[in-house]
């Protein structure tokens, strides 16, 4: 039988789940986008934007998912036969690599395997035999998705600085935004991309490309722009009309404004990195104890080389995806599946546990997990749902 009917839970890692309040904000007839409130809404939702990326620079709105926010941050700041530096952690460091490749930007991949972190020393000896200084950008990502790897991007800053290297620091924090800490001025971040379909919490089809001064200086030479993709008429738009390059997407705005309500306002961008953390560890203690006694190992060993937004982890040969298989079939969650950096991908899965995600939800996948694990007779240590509970228990 099946015991999956009932609110269906989607924890993958985006779309996330979308709160009722920013659904509901959305279900309304379209506002005028030429004056009015709309404009009015546009302005506050910017500062706010600056706020969960903790910048004071300039910040682009564009109508895309986060393939375009790359393209959007690629175009603005390279030509043509540009070097820049690729640091692969996983699909997602890869692919925008491949995306620059694609647009004629000479891309030389760093690849640091789908388990591991960015190795700081190896980029300090590439920066530092570019005498010539001919990388103009290194492309990095704050959490792979695929891998669910955490890198430090404060050591990249400082590689950079040590190696007195002038290129560009991009970073893709499309899935770490508002789960994982983050701070784009203090860490030395020169371009930063999001999108707002993970952390936060609202439908696909918008993305954010943050920038600094020095980043916009770069857009006086960068051959690669187009009219739909330029910066500059995004953040100093002569008339709102050109804020989109077009119609603005009106009802994401109006779930935007309430996402970011919910996130600066109301709970507050500190106390939402601690949820993601506290709910991370709960994750994570329980799958250390189910690994006692069975093959369940998280992709990433560290645990502060973990993101708090999402977690890969392996069940063992062909687990994962029968796991998959039980728990979107006989309990009603939907996990994600792993992207294609790795071998034997029938023993993965991925939990999302980005943005609108609570203690219920993530002890209901949990354990609906060690419930599956014992449907399918998948060997495990017996206490993991006591480790999570426990770490609920000692944060509140
Ligand atoms: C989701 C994701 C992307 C791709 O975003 P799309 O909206 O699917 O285009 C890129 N990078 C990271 C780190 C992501 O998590």
Request: with cysteine.
């Amino acid at each position: 039988m099946s015991l999956a009917n009932g609110r269906q839970y989607l924890a993958i890692p985006g779309p996330s789940v979308m709160p009722d309040r920013v659904l509901q904000a959305m279900h309304r007839p379209a506002p005028n986008i030429y004056r009015g409130e709309l404009i009015d809404m546009v302005a506050t939702i910017i500062p706010d934007l600056k706020t969960i990326a903790d910048t004071k620079h300039h910040v682009a709105l564009y109508i895309c998912n986060g393939h375009g926010a790359w393209e959007a941050a690629l175009v603005n700041t390279f030509s043509r036969g540009d070097r820049v530096l690729v640091l692969g952690t996983g699909r997602f460091g890869v692919g925008w690599g491949d995306m620059a490749r694609a647009m004629g930007i000479d891309a030389e991949l760093l690849d640091f395997g789908p388990s591991a972190d960015i190795d700081t020393s190896r980029v300090a000896e590439v920066l530092a035999a570019d005498t010539a200084h001919q990388i103009k950008g290194v492309l990095a990502v704050h959490v792979d998705t695929s891998t669910s790897v955490k890198n430090n991007i404060q050591a990249l800053r400082s590689c950079l600085d040590g190696a007195e290297h002038p290129a560009l620091l991009l970073s893709d924090n499309i899935a770490s935004l508002a789960c994982d800490e983050f701070h784009m001025d203090d860490w030395g971040v020169d371009i930063m991309v999001a999108g707002s379909q993970k952390g936060l919490m609202t439908p696909p089809g918008m993305a954010f490309v943050y920038f600094n001064d020095k980043a916009n200086a770069a857009r006086d030479h960068a051959d690669l722009v187009t009219p739909y993709w330029d910066w500059r008429p995004r953040i100093d738009p002569d008339y709102f009309y050109r804020y989109f390059c077009g119609t603005a997407p009106t009802h994401h705005l109006y779930g935007l404004r309430t996402a970011l309500d919910m996130i600066v306002h109301e709970e507050g961008l500190p106390a939402v990195w601690k949820r993601h953390a506290v709910l991370a560890e709960a994750i994570w203690a329980a799958l250390e104890v189910w690994g006692q006694a069975g093959p369940v190992r998280p992709n990433i060993a560290e645990r502060e080389k973990r993101s708090n937004a999402v977690t890969l982890v392996s069940f063992g040969t062909g687990n994962g995806l029968r796991l998959r298989d039980w728990m979107e079939h006989s309990y009603g969650v939907t996990l994600g599946i792993p992207l294609d950096a790795l071998d034997n991908q029938d023993d993965y899965l991925r939990i999302g546990h980005m943005g609108h995600v609570n203690g219920h939800m993530v002890m209901g996948v949990l354990s609906g997990l060690q419930a599956g694990m014992m449907a399918l007779q998948i060997p495990h240590g017996p206490t993991g749902m006591e480790a999570a509970m426990k770490v609920i228990a000692a944060a509140t």
